[in-house]
């Protein structure tokens, strides 16, 4: 009989199998190594050392943990804990390593290490954070004997071992965030669905009044970072009156976002309510710029300005004196510029020609508030002036919220891209010699008989990619690259492209890329084989 150190030498797996419990076993073992040199150093004595061997340990427990989570997709996908919580997390907080941090938190809460949480509050962590290292603990020793014994399989006890562990780090995880900043509760979470879709309609509405276009969306333009919360707020207070910016609610029922602006809000309200059809299209016209103040577009922009981007179905003009008493009480804004009638929501769109679902004015009203200011201008820089503030301090206080509330708004509204039909295989032609078009400067396209041959010989020299200095804008949009328009490549011509004109990932064997690299939508519509595109959905 072997002695115990020798069967589990004779048994230990190779670094080069791939199996994750036998990727599991070395992480485990690299994980052991670091502690025990930490254990053996004296801090004092080699402090630079010390600081070395903490960075290897958050390493090396950062894969251990990246592993262990490949076992447990494959191992107990449909057992898995639930991880819902998640979307009450700020978004800063979703962060790849966040499991690491978690278990460094557990570590230190179980040592006592000093941490910035309340004392009440590390006082119910602790049995937490024990239970979850003697669960982990569990856990490595488990799976070290089943990488030594049977690496390819996992018994009921691994399964259930790794189901508890699961379920603890989750707890301990919502628990923790929840102790150290502010998560949301379901009533916010609601509230912030209902401003994702304010912000949807007032970006339907933008589009249909041409305050913005649909290739500005699509490209996300940073400036409607901007735009599009200053027309929301418009569109909240006027259109939507019994929405997420309804102010017959106390501000306790409002979302986090926008109950800080309680007060301004109500005197933004009843200033809009006193706008004429021009002064109010005036109004959102300049709001969708950046720097353009109400007064300063009185007369026409220049040729190319942003504001030439603009072409809004109403008369633009600015009104040099104020309009008569009984103008108070009429339309806010022309024919057709409310939303129709009707929707799936509890709120639903105003028409601009009522009374926004609040007694109307009265004249005596309308008149004070017009007299609080020197002129129509006045009034109007007022509420520009307002309306961008706090537009402006949700990007500062809420940015976070503000920003998962915008990239859900993008998703939503940006077009979606048709996908491309596949060639009919009764021509008995091949898509690179097809009727497919072509692209000018495509070095496929301009040699339709070498393109044909590649796919079917195989050939391993790359195309000459465009050095990213020499190319300014989307070789098929001609978008300028900016901030947030990033270059990409085309795996299949080298040409660079936007993200939208490159959205596709396919297998290029013929170039020697057998995993699914990026390649332009022409690229994909006239050169590659239906096998190539099969193995992609696949």
């Known amino acids: 009989m072997l002695p115990a150190a020798l069967r589990r030498w004779l048994r230990r797996p190779k670094r080069s199998d791939p199996r994750l419990l036998s990727q599991f076993f070395f992480a485990d073992e690299r994980v052991t190594q670091v502690v025990a040199e930490i254990n053996g150093l004296d801090a004092e004595l080699d402090p630079q050392q010390y600081l070395v061997l903490l960075n290897q340990l958050h390493l090396s427990q950062a894969h251990l943990l990246a592993v262990l989570e490949q076992i447990m997709e494959e191992c107990i996908p449909t057992r898995r804990h639930s991880r819902d919580y998640l979307v009450k997390f700020p978004e800063e907080l979703l962060v790849g390593n966040l499991g690491n941090h978690m278990l460094f938190a557990a570590e230190c809460l179980l040592a006592g290490t000093f941490l910035e949480v309340e004392e009440a509050d590390g006082a119910q962590l602790r049995p937490q954070a024990r239970k979850l ?125 926008f109950s800080p602006f309680y007060n301004l809000l109500k005197k933004i ?49 600015v009104l040099e004196v104020t309009p008569p008493l009984s103008r108070c009480m009429t339309r806010l804004g022309p024919r057709g510029v409310g939303d129709d009638a009707g929707t799936n929501w509890q709120w639903s769109p105003q028409p601009l020609g009522s009374s926004m679902g609040l007694d109307a004015i009265p004249g005596a009203h309308c008149l004070e508030l017009r007299s609080r200011y020197s002129s129509t201008k006045d009034m109007l820089h007022t509420l520009f002036v307002c309306i961008s503030g706090v537009a402006d301090q949700l990007q500062t206080n809420f940015a976070s919220d503000l920003r998962s509330i915008l990239k859900t ?36 396209c301009s ?26 804008q989307c070789s098929a949009c001609h978008s300028p690259f900016n901030l947030l328009r990033r270059r990409h490549h085309c795996r299949s011509c080298g040409k660079i492209f936007c993200a939208r004109c490159s959205p596709h990932a396919v297998a290029l064997p013929h170039y020697g890329q057998l995993k699914p690299v990026r390649v332009c939508t022409h690229c994909y519509a006239a050169h590659l084989l239906p096998a190539t595109r099969r193995t992609r959905s696949q």
Request: glycine residues 4%; hydrophobic residues 40%; aromatic residues 6%.
């Open 133 to 257: 290292l003697c669960s982990l603990e569990l856990v490595r020793t488990v799976l070290r004997e089943q990488s030594l014994s049977q690496p390819n399989s996992y018994p009921e006890p691994v399964r259930a071992v790794l189901v508890q562990f699961d379920q603890l780090f989750a707890e301990f995880e919502l628990s923790y965030v929840s102790s150290m900043v502010v998560v949301k509760s379901p009533e916010e979470i609601y509230r912030q669905q209902e401003i994702i879709v304010l912000f949807c309609e007032t970006v339907e509405r933008a589009l249909r009044l041409g305050y913005v276009t649909q290739e500005m969306i699509d490209g996300y333009e940073p400036l409607l970072m901007f735009t599009i919360p200053r027309l929301a707020i418009i569109s909240g207070l006027l259109i939507y009156p019994e929405g997420p910016l309804s102010l017959e609610r106390s501000p306790e029922q409002m979302s986090r976002v």
């Open 269 to 317: 309200r009843d200033l809009l309510h006193v706008l004429s059809a021009k002064e109010l299209c005036l109004l959102e016209r300049s709001l969708c710029t950046t720097e353009t103040d109400p007064c300063d577009l009185a007369t026409p922009p220049a040729r190319g300005a942003a504001v030439a981007r603009v072409e809004p179905s109403a008369p633009w003009g």
């Open 409 to 444: 708004v993008f998703k939503i509204i940006a077009s979606q891209t048709e996908p491309s039909e596949e060639p009919n295989a009764s021509r008995g032609s091949d898509p690179c010699v097809a009727d497919a078009p072509r692209a000018t400067g495509c070095p496929l």
């Open 447 to 472: 040699s339709p008989a070498e393109a044909t041959r590649l796919q079917r010989t195989g050939a391993h020299h790359m195309p000459e990619w465009v050095p990213d200095s020499t190319c300014s």
